[in-house]
């Protein structure tokens, strides 16, 4: 059951201190940013080797923690056993404590005849799900808001906090259908908990079923059974917080099909899967649907084969259903061998009775026009190939923009089944029968 609850907990959204902190513009910019996007690496990395060990570890490198170091290959000395150097500063963990009571604490501390010289911040878990981070400067410690020197896209950085749980939520929602057939009725039997605020605080519980991260509050509203599976989730901004007038809801009003929004001081909006994580690339973002559905339906046509021996240009029969945009719809294909999802339409080509062609094509966005391929040996291909710039748009008449610059590679994007806005409809099946479970 732990891990069950922290697959879901560690996703969960990781937040600020309840009242407003006295952020300095230029932070994020100098080298307490740095510090700030460190200690936020080293926090998942010890939460990462927890998940798979049952154990924090004072070993950084052992978690996988390796620090930047400075543009001319510098870095900040160590100042003794244990320690990880970056650029300005170096690292620590000072204390571990194993389960029951599992814990740990790191620090880091700015190397002296350095701009850093009299910064240190300090990080860790004292119990299950709450965080402590703070930075003290000349004497003068403060809470960190977790969200602080991270892209918030277009919403607030307490806004982020919400829109990540929700997405969370849903794909914790959808995990737990695939195993049990039914969804959860509410957040704690699906092991959803939220990160506290960096000073241990949560936000107050509206009632019975809520559960409290930072700045919002969860409850699952309605859940339906078979025929017709579906469930809603809202989330609720606390009130005397920048979020009281925020609310969102979520939910799947059937097989493979969302509805995501966002109200705000009463004016309603969607949000599209690929805005709920941040980035600096919407081209990236925007093709993150495709690259993640023509993945699930490359593994869905292999597993396919290990059932009849044979791959099928027939979506429904091989049980690949993308999700949907937010606001309920899908695109329609050219002929009914295409299948939509949001931005992308898919299609399978047999070529041979052992070789076929999946296609992902764009239809909307940024994006519309490019096109995914990916073949029987899990070869991708995408046309127009991008290359020079990571993320550059180009105006083609009045209004009109496209992605036109990009790596050429695409194997940085991170796909599983966690992070990916789409699963089939039925999970792969092991050769020889077994329960149809997604791993």
Known sequence: MMRRMRWLSVVGVLCGPWSPVAMAEDTCAGVGGEGIREMQSLFEAEQSSFQERDRYSQDLAQVGFSPAACADGSRAPVPGPGWVAGCHFAYHVTSVTGLPAASFTAIAQGAAGTPAENVTLQIGSPSFQNIIFWLEQSGVRRFVDWNECQPTGSFSAHESEGVLAMSHIFQGMQASFWEKNQYPST????????????????????????????????????????????????????????????????????????????????????????????????CTAQEEE???????????????????????????????????????????????????????IYQVEV????????????????????TLRMDETGTLTRSPVYVGVHEETRKFGLGRWRCAGGPASRSEVRLSAWTSPSWSSRPPRPRGGGSSRLR
């Open 187 to 282: 957040l704690a039997q699906m092991g959803f908990w939220p990160m506290s605020c960096t000073d241990g605080s949560r936000a107050p519980l509206p009632g019975p079923d809520w559960v409290a991260g930072c700045h919002f509050a969860y409850r699952v509203t309605s859940v339906s059974g078979s025929p017709t599976p579906a469930f809603t989730v809202i989330g609720q901004g606390a009130a005397g917080t920048s979020v009281a007038d925020v609310t969102l809801q979520i939910g799947s009003p059937s097989i493979q099909n969302i509805v995501f929004w966002l109200e705000r001081a009463g004016v309603r909006r969607y949000i599209p899967w690929e805005e709920r994580v941040p980035t600096t690339s919407v």
């Open 351 to 370: 070529t041979s009775p052992s070789s076929f062609i999946a296609t992902a094509r764009a239809v909307s966005g940024l994006i519309a026009g490019t």
């Open 290 to 344: 495709g690259l993640a559905n023509i993945r699930a339906l490359f593994t869905t046509e292999q597993a396919f084969f290990q059932e009849k021996d044979r791959y099928s240009s027939n979506l429904a029969e091989t049980g690949f259903l993308p999700l949907s945009c937010t606001d309920g719809t899908r695109p329609v294909g050219p002929d009914s061998s295409w299948l939509g999802g949001c931005r992308f």
